[in-house]
């Protein structure tokens, strides 16, 4: 799988200038599996994990509950300073062999978004529903992953609009009622693959979830859309106790009138990319950048005075799927804020003729 999340870390050195007040806002932690070296683009060892629990406990960092990050967004008050929320995606064993013993010594709440279909399949990968169960009644907050885990983005072959909208609702809803036959009330939830359009935010809205987490990068504050809640993916075999700082230091990015506005393409070749930054006194002119995970850094171009960051692509974009990201260095602290979001090209069987 490739991560198109990490094209940014690659490109930007992980140096840091003197600490500088900074508007709090919750980094989202997201984790796959533990101790599965085999699978090195999700997964993390037990030994680096506990180094990163050590860390947020000796840094004062408030590792919050699902219930308490609730309270924060419903108030629209200032978020405070280093606070985290661990979540962990697919109900791997591996979380409940390696992961979960070592939540439960440091007493730190966590999620776990679960795609129900692998629970029922006797399969030593994955959980049971009697582990998860021990999970929720540990304390754990338990969250929909989907039935299936399928890619969302973009519909199956030969699906009509009408079709794709049903089988979206359809695995939701299957993973709902799973849920519910086990005693699990659930209203959050994590879009399989980090993948979302307009019919899956409809659908999911009309389904009654409150909070829908991506795998969009950044930080989340009291401005953050509950619809997309960026989470900074906590995996990798190049992961390390500096990389992770680097990102727990990632804050909000507020933009305004990003274009195209559309999640789905009508085109494969968007006419500009561009969005305006809203405090743009707070970012060094010189550090803004835009890249797009498939062409890496755009040559876009940056006016200080209004704060808009745009770039006129000369080829198609090629991919089904590509993440816009956005970030900006702070004039205070020399810390980056980040912006990201996903775009998918046209539906080859729905492209107008």
């Known amino acids: 799988m490739r991560n198109m999340y990490l094209v940014f870390f690659i490109l930007v050195p992980l140096v840091f200038e003197a600490q500088a007040e900074r508007p709090g806002y919750v980094t989202v932690l997201l984790y796959h599996r533990f101790d599965e070296s085999r699978y090195p683009s999700t997964n993390i060892s037990s030994d680096m994990f506990r180094e990163q629990l050590e860390f947020l406990k000796r840094e004062g960092y408030r590792v919050l509950s699902m219930h308490e990050f609730r309270q924060l967004l419903a108030t629209g008050k200032p978020f405070p300073q280093k606070s985290v929320l661990i979540t962990i995606d697919d109900p791997y064993r591996s979380i409940y062999e390696h992961a979960f013993p070592l939540l439960k010594e440091f007493a730190y709440p966590f999620t776990l978004f679960a ?117 900074v993916a906590i995996v990798g075999a190049n992961m390390s106790l500096e990389r992770f700082t680097f990102k727990l230091n990632l804050a909000p990015l507020h933009v305004a009138d990003v274009q195209p506005e559309a999640i789905s393409l009508n085109v494969s070749s968007p006419e500009k990319l561009s969005l305006r930054l809203l405090d743009p006194t707070r970012y060094r002119p010189g550090i803004i950048n835009m890249f797009l995970s498939e062409w890496d850094r ?56």
């Open 115 to 231: 795609n129900t279909s692998p629970l029922y399949s006797e399969s030593p990968v994955y959980m049971d529903w009697a582990m998860l169960e021990e999970i929720r009644d540990w304390g754990a907050t338990i969250g929909n992953h989907s039935h299936f885990h399928p890619h969302m983005g973009q519909p199956e072959k030969g699906h009509t609009p009408e079709e794709y909208a049903v089988w979206v609702r359809k695995d939701l809803k299957r993973a709902q009622k799973a849920f519910v036959d086990h005693g699990i009330d659930t209203d959050v939830l994590a879009y399989p693959f980090g993948e979302y359009n307009e019919t899956v935010l409809a659908i999911a809205k009309e389904l009654g979830f409150e909070l829908m987490f991506t795998q969009d990068e950044g930080g989340v504050d009291e401005f953050s859309d509950h619809q997309l809640i960026p989470r």
């Open 298 to 353: 755009v040559d876009a171009v940056y006016d200080a005075k209004t704060g808009v960051l745009s770039y006129r692509p000369d080829r198609p974009l090629t991919r089904p799927m590509n993440r816009l990201i956005v970030t900006a260095k702070e004039r205070e602290g020399g810390h980056f804020s980040m912006f990201s979001r996903l775009y998918f090209r046209p539906y080859p069987e729905w492209a107008e003729e």
